[in-house]
Structure formats: C-alpha cells, structure tokens
C-alpha cells in the first residue's frame, strides 16, 4: 500500500521580503527603468508618450495597455509617482518574484484592458499611477483573505500613512485618471484573492 504523499501549507503571512537588499535592488532597477524612458521621451519630443498612452476604445490605443504605465506626463508626474512605486513594489516582493510577477501582471493588463474598453472617449492615459494603486490595494486586503494577522497589522500602518491617496479613485480631478486608479486596485483585490486562494492550497513535501 502506497503511502499518501505529505503535503504543507505555503507560508502565506510574510510582509517583508525574505531577501530584502535584493528585493531592494531589483526595485531600483524597476525604478531606474521609469527614468530612463523619461529621458527618452523627452529626447523624442514626446513622440514615446504620445503613441504609447491608452485611448479607450482605440486600436491606436491598444498598445497603451503595456506601454502606459512605463510613461509620464513629466518629470513632477514621475517624482509623484517614484516613493510609491518603489514601496509599494518592493513590500509586494514579500511573496517571492513570482509572486510579485503575477500580481504585477494582473493589476498592469487587466488594469489597462478595462480602462481601455471602459475609460472615457476623451481620455489619453499614461503613468504607474494604476500599478501603485493595484499594489496598494493588494496589500490593503491580502491579510484579509489569507486570515494573516502580520499582513493586517501592514495594512493598517499603510492605510495610516498613504490611505488618502485613495481619493484618486474618485473623480476629483478632471485631469487625472481615477479611472485607470479605480481599474487598478479591483485588479489588485483580485490579485489578493488569487494569492490568497493559491497559499491556502497545500504542497508536496519533498521526502
């Protein structure tokens, strides 16, 4: 009689990375990249941002769906932009880079996908805003769903501190994108949910 294979629960309550120096390099590498397009598309005159932004419902505007988030409208778009971004993606990293790499590609194509096919017609929309409100979220609600009190404990203390961003999901500012912000953090619930859901699955155990 064969005997059942022994399986364990993935550990699901980390908040930091389990390599942090490296988790931190690799987001000022993700970081660096943003700066460096902006000087390119400085040196072509805009032409990067103006073909690479989302225009809802345009073919001309498909290519937004990657291209967007890598894109600003300036250099104060940018600054605005860069804590956030660095942050949010490195507190991300605490569930390893694949993790991080799901959840990234969730929030930045299902995010783009529906601002593209719901987003106003006058509308062009470049910048990360919607990757950071997508991480944002996702780490607003992942303790939630993986019952982890450390991940809640996160939550609240960024709530504390960057919890009036989420304002920007709220048409306040006609020239900002709510929308992309809006898209971006359901598509990081869902990115929650599906974490969650994949940790609660026990694995083998190597014997």
Known sequence: MTAPVPVAPRRINRVLPAHP???????????????????LDIASGSRLQLEGGIIARHVDGLDGILFSPLLHDDWAHL?????????????????????????TATIWLL??????????????????????????????????????V?????????????????WGVLPTDSH?????HLFGALA????????????????PVRV
């Open 21 to 39: 120096v490296s988790a931190a390099l690799t987001m000022l590498v993700f970081t660096a990249v943003l700066y460096v397009v902006e000087v």
């Open 79 to 103: 600054w605005a932009n860069t804590v956030p971004f660095f942050v949010f993606g490195f507190l991300v990293m605490a569930g390893g880079i694949a993790q991080f790499l799901m959840v």
């Open 111 to 148: 995010g783009g996908a529906v601002l593209w096919l719901l987003g106003p017609d006058d509308a062009y929309t470049v910048g990360a805003s919607g990757i950071i409100f997508g991480w944002l979220a996702f780490l607003l609600v992942r303790g939630f769903f993986a019952r982890s």
């Open 150 to 166: 450390k991940q809640i404990l996160l939550a609240v203390v960024l709530f504390m501190i960057w919890g009036g961003v989420l």
């Open 176 to 180: 900002i994108s709510w929308q992309g």
């Open 188 to 203: 990081g619930v869902l990115a929650a949910w599906l974490v969650a859901r994949a940790d609660r699955e026990p694995r």
